[in-house]
Antibody, heavy 117, light 106 residues
Framework: EVQLVESGGGLVQPGGSLRLSCTAS????????MHWVRQTPGKGLVWVSR????????KYADSVKGRFTISRDNAKNTLYLQMNSLSAEDTAVYYC??????????WGQGTLVTVSS | EIVLTQSPATLSLSPGERATLSCRAS??????LGWYQQKPGQTPRLLIY???NRATGIPARFSGSGSGTDFTLTISSLESEDFAVYYC????????FGQGTKLEIK
């Protein structure tokens, strides 16, 4: 069974940093592009970042460019999202999701990031 | 950025009825449009990709149509587990989602 399990979310102060992880199982992680997508009640689903199977071809949404860094460790079957200079606008549930011809399938259960003082 | 506008925001129907959900793109996305279902407390699930192809394991009562800027998700006969929020997504120019249509029990 394909599984994606996120971790690392929590409460962080404005200006702070957080590192999210997503551990994959049930498929050959090193063969797939991966993405981060976030969800808020106000803005809905928003794509954040993507990374190619070999760790190249990295792209970010304009809203996080320069602050977030996506990476992966194929030996550990793990995707990461390093988030710096966080603001209240970054408060969201963050999902990792597998790229399936640029469709998102499947999704992890999500991890909640709350930026508040 | 391609903006996807879904309508209606909320659709109230009864089990057994036919549901028709719309998604309109601000510019042509060809057939690069997908649909996701999200039930309360669950994660989104891919239903339809490339406008009209059902994803693995999706029941035949779900169908998608359209191309260019206008797309439709149809559920032929609603079952209780179909009441959820539905999102469209385009992959023609990066990735954007619609704001969702909530399908609720009447």
């Amino acid at each position: 069974e394909v599984q994606l399990v996120e971790s690392g979310g929590g409460l962080v102060q404005p200006g702070g940093s957080l590192r999210l992880s997503c551990t994959a199982s049930g498929f050959t992680f090193s063969s797939y592009w991966m993405h981060w997508v976030r969800q808020t009640p106000g803005k809905g689903l928003v794509w954040v970042s993507r990374i190619k199977s070999d760790g190249s071809n990295i792209k970010y949404a304009d809203s996080v460019k320069g602050r977030f860094t996506i990476s992966r460790d194929n030996a550990k079957n793990t995707l990461y999202l390093q988030m710096n200079s966080l603001s209240a606008e970054d408060t969201a549930v963050y999902y990792c999701t597998r790229d399936n011809n640029s469709w998102f399938d499947p999704w992890g259960q999500g991890t909640l990031v709350t930026v508040s003082s | 950025e391609i903006v996807l506008t879904q309508s209606p925001a909320t659709l109230s129907l009864s089990p057994g009825e036919r549901a028709t959900l719309s998604c309109r793109a601000s510019q042509s996305v060809s057939s690069s449009l997908g649909w996701y279902q999200q039930k309360p407390g669950q994660t989104p699930r891919l239903l339809i990709y490339d406008a009209s192809n059902r994803a693995t394991g999706i029941p035949a009562r779900f169908s998608g149509s359209g191309s260019g800027t206008d797309f439709t998700l149809t559920i032929s006969s609603l079952e209780s587990e179909d009441f959820a929020v539905y999102y469209c997504q385009q992959r023609s120019n990066w990735y954007t989602f619609g704001q969702g249509t909530k399908l609720e029990i009447k």
